[in-house]
């Protein structure tokens, strides 16, 4: 089905945008260091299936446009919004930078656990991410972070509330997570912790909506070259959810593979192998995804990918994608 972008409330929210950006656009004439950077990601879908009880059809999965800039010595901003999904917006955060290594984040953002979740959407080797992180990764919050970077290590830590939904602060409950990594000149290998109360966070399949304490941990490795783009990762976690007395807990864990490698010119073989383990009385999952990326140019990429269940080989999807994207 094609979502319907044309609602009044988009339209007003766009035309108080170019409202503000005309009365502002002689500051930003006078003044090259105030001038915001814009950036965008569309995804437009057409998406076959051998299940017929399936959905099939086009789509637009992602419209997205992202803004960027300073508000003075030492301070930006960065907000983000999808209009292809309510509520639109995504990110909304202030940066400071207390030195040359340390950056304070505050506002909307996403929590530093995955590597894959961290990485731009314009920039992920197949459609989707990876199950388990789509699953266990901490997501978008509100709440606080610093970073650290002394260039080959980089290190974060915040606190953020325990709701990836709620925007108020009335959440109950808190979460700290927390990320290492090591970067070289074509490998990063990192490591997350996350540990706290959550408060009817979706974790599907495991829980639509789990309320309760939440430990886990999460590791990936990722090469990056020229021709060759490798990525894995792992999370695991513990979930003891509020409720009556010996109530189950839960320890979903999960792997995902996923790469792409460049045939001749702008041709690319991609592939990804997803493992999810829900622990909740559901089937484990394996899926494996094969397809073909060709970029057009810098900013727009075709992609086509054949998806499958290994559990059931009759209910595959192949998907095309036309993708336009800027960082």
């Given amino acids: 089905m094609v979502r319907c972008l044309a609602q009044p409330r988009l339209v007003a929210i ?34 076959l299936v051998s299940d017929f009880n399936a959905a099939e059809g086009f789509g637009l999965p992602v419209a997205r446009l992202r803004m960027r800039d300073r508000a003075g010595e030492g301070v930006g901003y960065f907000v983000q919004a999808d209009f292809a ?41 197949l459609l ?4 388990v992180v789509n699953t266990l990764a901490t997501k978008r919050r509100v709440g606080v972070s610093l970073r650290l970077d002394s260039g080959n290590f980089r290190v ?12 108020s602060g009335v959440s109950d409950g808190l979460i700290a997570v927390a990320r290492l990594e090591r970067a070289g000149e074509r490998w990063t290998i990192g490591g997350g912790l996350a540990a706290g109360k959550e408060d009817q966070v979706r974790l599907a399949p495991v829980d639509n909506s789990f309320t309760g304490d939440r430990i886990q941990f999460g ?6 070259s020229a021709t060759t783009f490798f990525l894995a990762e792992i999370a695991a976690g513990r979930l003891s959810p509020d409720g009556p007395v010996g109530a189950d807990d839960m320890s979903p864990w999960g792997v995902t593979l996923s790469g792409h490698q460049q045939i001749v010119g702008r041709h690319r073989a991609i592939a990804r192998i997803d493992f999810l383990d829900p622990d909740v009385g559901n089937d484990e999952q394996l899926f494996v995804s094969l397809g073909y990326r060709y970029d057009v140019n ?7 990918v054949y998806r499958v269940d290994t559990d059931d080989l009759d209910t595959g999807s192949l998907t095309g994608r036309l993708q336009v994207a800027v960082r």
Avoid: C
Avoid at 219 to 224: H, K, L, R, V
């Fill in 128 to 131: 989707q991410r990876g199950a």
């Fill in 298 to 304: 810098a900013l727009a990429r075709i992609l086509l």
């Fill in 219 to 224: 590791a990936d490795i990722e090469y990056a």
């Fill in 156 to 167: 974060y830590g915040g606190i953020f509330n325990g709701s990836n939904t709620d925007r």
């Fill in 14 to 47: 766009a035309m108080a945008g170019l409202m503000l950006f005309a009365g502002h656009a002689h500051v930003f004439a006078q003044n090259r260091d105030l001038r915001p950077a814009f950036g965008y990601v569309v995804w437009a879908d057409a998406t």
């Fill in 85 to 125: 999904r309510s509520p639109a917006l995504l990110d909304a955060r202030i940066e400071l930078a207390l030195s040359d290594r340390v950056d304070l984040y505050a506002g909307l953002f996403k929590t530093p656990f995955s590597r894959e979740y961290l990485t731009f959407l314009g920039e992920i080797p």
